[in-house]
Nanobody, 121 residues
Protein backbone atom coordinates (compact mmCIF):
# COMPACT_ATOMS: atom_id res chain seq x y z
CA UNK A 1 0.00 0.00 0.00
CA UNK A 2 1.10 3.55 -0.75
CA UNK A 3 0.13 6.67 1.16
CA UNK A 4 0.35 10.30 0.08
CA UNK A 5 0.42 12.83 2.91
CA UNK A 6 -0.07 16.50 2.11
CA UNK A 7 0.83 19.50 4.22
CA UNK A 8 1.17 23.26 3.97
CA UNK A 9 -2.38 24.43 3.32
CA UNK A 10 -3.97 27.27 5.22
CA UNK A 11 -5.28 30.81 5.11
CA UNK A 12 -3.37 33.49 3.22
CA UNK A 13 -4.14 37.03 2.09
CA UNK A 14 -4.46 37.88 -1.60
CA UNK A 15 -1.03 38.39 -3.11
CA UNK A 16 0.56 36.11 -0.55
CA UNK A 17 2.39 32.80 -0.92
CA UNK A 18 2.07 29.23 0.31
CA UNK A 19 4.04 26.06 -0.29
CA UNK A 20 2.33 22.68 -0.34
CA UNK A 21 4.20 19.43 0.19
CA UNK A 22 3.20 15.85 -0.52
CA UNK A 23 5.26 12.86 0.58
CA UNK A 24 4.71 9.35 -0.74
CA UNK A 25 5.44 6.43 1.58
CA UNK A 26 4.82 2.71 1.78
CA UNK A 27 5.53 0.00 -0.76
CA UNK A 28 7.42 2.01 -3.39
CA UNK A 29 9.69 0.74 -6.14
CA UNK A 30 9.46 3.89 -8.25
CA UNK A 31 7.37 7.07 -8.25
CA UNK A 32 6.52 8.21 -11.76
CA UNK A 33 4.64 11.43 -12.49
CA UNK A 34 3.38 13.50 -9.57
CA UNK A 35 0.80 16.23 -9.74
CA UNK A 36 -1.44 18.65 -7.89
CA UNK A 37 -5.14 19.00 -8.61
CA UNK A 38 -7.79 21.21 -7.08
CA UNK A 39 -11.50 20.70 -6.78
CA UNK A 40 -14.08 23.44 -6.31
CA UNK A 41 -17.26 22.34 -4.47
CA UNK A 42 -19.54 20.36 -6.76
CA UNK A 43 -17.08 20.35 -9.65
CA UNK A 44 -14.50 17.95 -11.06
CA UNK A 45 -10.85 18.00 -10.11
CA UNK A 46 -8.74 20.21 -12.35
CA UNK A 47 -5.02 19.85 -13.00
CA UNK A 48 -2.96 22.55 -11.32
CA UNK A 49 0.52 21.29 -12.17
CA UNK A 50 2.32 18.06 -12.97
CA UNK A 51 5.93 16.90 -13.02
CA UNK A 52 7.51 13.77 -14.46
CA UNK A 53 10.23 11.76 -12.75
CA UNK A 54 12.68 13.48 -15.10
CA UNK A 55 11.54 16.95 -14.10
CA UNK A 56 9.37 17.99 -17.06
CA UNK A 57 6.49 20.18 -15.92
CA UNK A 58 3.02 21.11 -17.07
CA UNK A 59 0.70 23.80 -15.64
CA UNK A 60 -2.94 24.73 -15.80
CA UNK A 61 -3.51 27.99 -17.66
CA UNK A 62 -4.82 29.81 -14.59
CA UNK A 63 -1.63 29.27 -12.56
CA UNK A 64 1.10 29.68 -15.18
CA UNK A 65 3.69 32.18 -14.04
CA UNK A 66 2.47 32.11 -10.43
CA UNK A 67 2.86 28.48 -9.28
CA UNK A 68 5.95 26.28 -9.47
CA UNK A 69 5.97 22.51 -9.07
CA UNK A 70 9.13 20.66 -8.05
CA UNK A 71 10.09 17.31 -6.58
CA UNK A 72 12.74 15.58 -4.52
CA UNK A 73 13.04 12.06 -5.91
CA UNK A 74 15.20 10.89 -2.98
CA UNK A 75 12.37 11.81 -0.61
CA UNK A 76 9.48 10.83 -2.93
CA UNK A 77 8.11 14.29 -2.29
CA UNK A 78 6.46 16.86 -4.56
CA UNK A 79 6.10 20.56 -3.77
CA UNK A 80 3.87 23.33 -5.05
CA UNK A 81 5.12 26.86 -4.52
CA UNK A 82 2.16 29.21 -4.92
CA UNK A 83 2.82 32.93 -5.34
CA UNK A 84 0.59 35.91 -6.06
CA UNK A 85 -2.38 34.00 -4.71
CA UNK A 86 -5.87 35.13 -5.67
CA UNK A 87 -9.24 34.49 -3.99
CA UNK A 88 -10.14 32.26 -6.93
CA UNK A 89 -7.27 29.94 -5.95
CA UNK A 90 -9.31 28.96 -2.88
CA UNK A 91 -9.93 25.21 -3.10
CA UNK A 92 -9.03 21.84 -1.71
CA UNK A 93 -5.73 20.79 -3.27
CA UNK A 94 -5.05 17.10 -3.89
CA UNK A 95 -1.74 15.38 -4.50
CA UNK A 96 -1.59 12.61 -7.12
CA UNK A 97 1.19 10.15 -7.93
CA UNK A 98 1.73 7.19 -10.19
CA UNK A 99 3.61 4.56 -8.22
CA UNK A 100 5.13 1.17 -9.06
CA UNK A 101 5.26 -0.98 -5.95
CA UNK A 102 7.24 -3.75 -7.69
CA UNK A 103 9.35 -3.67 -10.83
CA UNK A 104 7.13 -6.34 -12.38
CA UNK A 105 3.84 -4.53 -11.71
CA UNK A 106 2.25 -1.66 -13.61
CA UNK A 107 2.04 1.79 -12.08
CA UNK A 108 -1.04 2.54 -9.93
CA UNK A 109 -2.64 5.91 -9.26
CA UNK A 110 -2.77 7.25 -5.70
CA UNK A 111 -4.36 10.35 -4.15
CA UNK A 112 -3.76 12.29 -0.99
CA UNK A 113 -6.51 13.29 1.41
CA UNK A 114 -6.53 16.92 0.29
CA UNK A 115 -5.45 20.14 1.95
CA UNK A 116 -7.50 23.33 2.10
CA UNK A 117 -6.09 26.55 0.69
CA UNK A 118 -8.08 29.70 1.44
CA UNK A 119 -7.14 33.06 -0.05
CA UNK A 120 -9.00 35.84 1.69
CA UNK A 121 -8.45 39.21 3.32
Amino acid sequence: QVHLVESGGGLVQPGGSLTLSCAASGSIFRVNAMAWYRQPPGKQRDLVAAITSGGSTNYGDSVKGRFTISRDNAKNTVYLQMNSLKPEDTDVYYCNAGVKSRWSEPSSDYWGQGTQVTVSS
